[in-house]
């Protein structure tokens, strides 16, 4: 799955581990996320799009 996570993180000046401390998870789950390695479950998907103020589909795209 594509994302912007990477993006959108370094727009607001956020470390991975201040990103994950915001959304409930460790900085290797986010970089996991970043690199598509893993795609995040819906909660952590709602909550990060909670974090950036944005809907799900302007961070994460499937490929469709």
Do not use: H
């Amino acid at each position: 799955m594509n994302n912007r996570l990477r993006v959108l993180r370094a727009e607001r000046g956020w470390s991975q581990e201040e990103l994950g401390g915001r959304a409930g998870v460790s900085r290797q789950a986010i970089n996991a996320v970043e690199t598509g390695k893993y795609d995040p479950s819906l909660p952590l998907a709602f909550r990060l799009a909670r974090l950036f103020g944005c809907p799900i589909e302007e961070i994460f795209d499937d490929g469709e």
